[in-house]
């Protein structure tokens, strides 16, 4: 299995937040036994952390509408280039594994691609997926619908429902069943993707959570989800600047 992280800039480098996240997570993931050939950073630019070099991708890859929706542009241009070979694990920055994932224990059982949900509501949720080789022409109906329907230029995340993101796409296939599509796909338990919010908490008392799906500013305004983010991970966002 593939770990995949995506960063597609118009400024061709990360962004200072990022530019920390990028090694906390590479750090987070060599630790967890994931073998440097095995981890996939994709860039627009060039990049090496720790002996983990980005594959770079054409500045075709950015979304003029919603920049998070341009891992979707990312994902086709893998394809066509032939790199999704395998089980592949897609996570956002800030979805922190913190414990050990297995092919086996995702039981695909024959489905092209496993995406995540919010938990709290049935929403597809971008931030933490698997994709297998079969899956091409799922993102390219994203794509399609995605740049069929853009209302505007957005400037941060909370207008992203004004538009055809990546998530907004996914549920308008799913909710018609285009092309027979919800037969393709699997839920993935809420374990791979868990958002630290007060709903996802209190609903899910007794998940262990596999991955856990949080950005540090609002961590540190809150107390949701701080027991669950064991001492190692804690070093390692120290090691790399936060508090």
């Known amino acids: 299995m593939k770990n995949l992280l995506i960063y597609i800039s118009p400024e061709h480098k990360f962004n200072s937040e990022y530019e920390k996240l990028v ?15 095995d981890m996939m950073l994709v860039c627009n630019f060039p990049y090496e952390y720790d002996g983990v070099k980005s594959i770079e991708v054409s500045d075709d890859c950015i979304c003029p509408f919603y920049m998070y929706s341009g891992k979707i542009n990312a994902f086709i241009e893998l394809y066509e280039k032939g790199l999704i070979t395998e089980t592949t694990w897609y996570h956002d920055f800030d979805a922190f594994q913190i ?8 039981e695909l059982n024959g489905a092209d691609v496993g995406f995540t949900d919010y938990g709290y ?25 995605m740049y ?18 990546d ?15 919800n037969s393709r796909i699997k ?49 390692l966002f120290n090691k790399h600047g936060y508090e």
């Open 187 to 235: 839920r993935m338990d809420i374990a791979y993707n868990f958002n630290l919010n007060p709903a996802t908490i209190e609903k899910f008392k007794d998940i262990k959570p596999k991955v856990l799906h949080f950005h540090q500013h609002r961590l540190r305004r809150s107390k949701f989800g701080k027991d669950l983010i064991n001492k190692r991970l804690i070093n």
């Open 23 to 37: 090694k906390v997570v590479i750090d987070n993931s060599l630790d967890l036994g994931w073998k440097r050939e």
């Open 148 to 165: 069929a329907h853009p209302d505007k230029t957005l400037v941060n995340h909370i207008e992203a429902y004004n538009v055809y993101s």
């Open 121 to 145: 509501r049935p929403n597809w949720n971008g931030g933490s997926s698997f994709l297998t080789p079969r899956a091409k022409d799922i993102f390219v109906w994203m794509k399609e619908l």
């Open 167 to 181: 998530e907004v796409a996914i549920k308008k296939l799913t909710d018609t069943n285009f092309n027979n599509i």
């Open 99 to 106: 414990c050990g994932i297995i092919e086996e224990e995702l």
